[in-house]
Every structure is written in C-alpha cells, then in structure tokens.
C-alpha cells in the first residue's frame, strides 16, 4: 500500500507538470506508469527495501541458549551416590532496551533505503520523459523534412517549366533535385535514429524493443515560464536520504550504549546421581538441581568507546555529504532553469526568423509570375527556413528536457 500511495503522488507530481503543458499527454502519463511498474531497477531497489525491512525482524530475538550435556567417565562418589551425567542451560539477556534499540536502528537503515527508492523512481520519471520528448524532436524533424521535399518538388516544377520557355537552365533543375535527394538521406538517417530512441524508451519500460510508440505531434513552448521554488530542494529525496542516515548513526549509538550495559543470565544444572548400594538414607540417590545467576560485565570496553568515536565522524562525515549533494543540486537546477530559459528566446528568435523567411519565399513566388525568378535564391530560402524549423523543434526538445530536470529536483 505504501509503494502504491507513492507511484500514484509521484504520477501526480511529476506527471503532470510534463502533461499539463500539452494535449495528448495520457500517452506520456502511462508509459510513466507502466515503466514504475515492470522496470528491473525500480524492482531491484524496491526488494532491497524489503530485504532491509526483514532485517527489523532478524534482530527482535535473543542470543542462542547455551544447552550443555556431560557424562561422568569416571563417576565421582558422593555421600548421596555416584554422579553419572550432567545436563545444564543457560539464557543471556540483553540489557533493558537493546532489542528495541537494535529494531529502530534496522527501521533507520531501512528507512534510507526506501529514499533509494524514491530516488530511483523519479529517476525513471525524468528518463522515460526526456526519451519521449527525443522521439517528438525526432518525428517532428521529419515532417519537417518532408515539407520541405514537397516544396523543392514544387519549384523542381517551377523550373521545368522555366526552362522550356529559355528563362532558367537544366543545371538549376539538377540543383534542386540534388537537395531533394540530400534531405531524403537527413530523414533516412532520422528514421533510424527514431528507431534507436524507440529501443532506449522500451528497454526503459522493460518490454520488446520493437514496441511502437505513440508520440504527441502537439507538443508547443509554453507562453510563460514557471516561477522555481529552489527552497523545495530542502525536501529532495537524495537530501532526505543524508538525514536518514544521520537518524541510523543516532539510533546505531543508542544500540551501542546498550550493548556497553552488563548482560544478566540465568541457567540451571541437573546431575544425575546413582543410589549407594547397601545403605538405606533420606537422600541416597537424589539427583542436583542448581539455578545459576551470571553477569556478563564489559570491562574491557575499548570496543565501544571506539563505536561511538565512529559514529561522531560518520554523522560529521553525512553532514558534509548533505551540504555537498546540495551544492550540486542548487547548481543543476540553476542551470536547468537558465537553459530553459534559452530555449525559449532561441524558440521565440526561430518563430520570427521563420516568419521572415517565408515572406522572402513569398516574394520569390510573386517574382516567378513576372519571370524574374533566380533558383539560387530559391535553395537558400529553403535552407534557411529548413534550419529555422528545425532549430524551432530543439528549442521545444530543450525547454521540455530542461523542465524534466526540474520537475525532477522540485517536485
């Protein structure tokens, strides 16, 4: 139930940052869902949790009875008879409290185990979304490449025609269907690209890599940017996992104090003891029952004092841990932030660039009505408007990869 409450928050949390910006974003949303339940890592993390949480059990016993049985190969004689055998048990117990200390220190263990879990499935989130957003970049690269094969085709016509009236020459018409044929390999190339993308997000998802996805061709930049909260860092699972450990060290000193703590024990001793022949007394034959008391005093307790020595320098050690991983994160999400933000002045500089560009290949068009064409201006219109579409659909691809990297650290 505990695993389950957290597949269904994180799906909220992170989930919908990435699908709420764009229409068809159920697609996205379960392949998040079907990779938190089949990927192996997520499994593997998930069954070292349950292993650490068994091992809660594991300390809530006692230390093994001692259960000893001796025979008298020589019988000593007593006044009551021969002794024959011995049979003795003996118990040690712990001192008050050290079971439960051992039990919470194996929750804290287990405790910060489970934030490697977390860890791991927000991981997946960011994973499973940056690949899918690849495939967008890539899919939406080939539209754009076969937009822009149909309008060579068309001024491919255009010069034809040119040419049988003696206004342009064949090496114009060789000129255009030399691009056409360079794009067609850009876009092969892109195919196989798309294919191997397709491999990285079913392998992610634990299933046949032939697998096809279904990708969202509606994918836009945002209007406006989305107010950060750096302050959310302080609840990150990789820095909840640093207190973790410091509360395990805490609870590993405790068990530490207890286990310094004498040890009381209690056994008893039966001897078996043969009659006396020949004589006639209360007691000839009576077998000895003994209750024994012992203490088990540390006296030599360099092992413990050293224990604690340890766990000061292990929590000082964490601390120093904790404060590094968030310097490393306040600087990755200052960077995702910034990038993001250039995506969005490059995507707004593209869409302005195109714009021009397809006035300009308006103006040529109007130019071919009065025979004035130049073909050469027409392939460098095409490439520039090509390289601003294309540079358009990065833009979209970075801003998203950017914002996964965000979601990921303040969600």
Known sequence: MKERKFNIKLVLALGSCFLSLFVNGQQLETLIEEGLASNPKIQTFELKHQVAEEKVNEVNTLSNT????????????TRTGAQRFKISAKQMLPSFGSITARENYKKALADAVYEDVTIAKRKLVVSVSQSYYN???LKEKQVVLDENI????????LALTSVSVGKASAVDVLRLQMRQNELEQIKQVLEQDYLAEQTVLNKLLNREKTIEVSIDSEITMPSESTLINSGNLDFHPE?????????????????????SSPMLGFGLD??????????NFNDNGKDILMPMVSVSIPIFNNKYKSKTKQNELKQKEITVQKESRLNTLETVLDKAVKNSNSARISYNTQTLNLKQAKDAETILVKSYE??????????????????????????????YLQTTIINYLTN
């Not at 001692?66 to 004689?77: L, T």
């Not at 490439?383 to 990065?394: P, W």
């Open 66 to 77: 001692q259960i000893g049985v001796g025979y008298f190969v020589s019988e000593p004689e």
């Open 135 to 137: 495939l967008y970049a």
């Open 150 to 157: 149909t309008l060579l085709k068309t001024y491919e016509e």
């Open 239 to 259: 820095l909840l996992k640093y207190d973790k450990l410091y509360k395990s060290v805490e609870q590993s000193e405790l068990l530490n104090q207890k286990e």
């Open 270 to 279: 039966y001897i078996a003891v043969s009659e006396r022949p020949n004589l």
């Open 370 to 399: 009065t025979g004035t064409i130049d073909f050469n201006d027409v392939l460098d219109i095409q490439e520039l408007q090509l390289k601003f579409q294309i540079n358009q659909i990065e833009s979209i691809k970075k801003y």
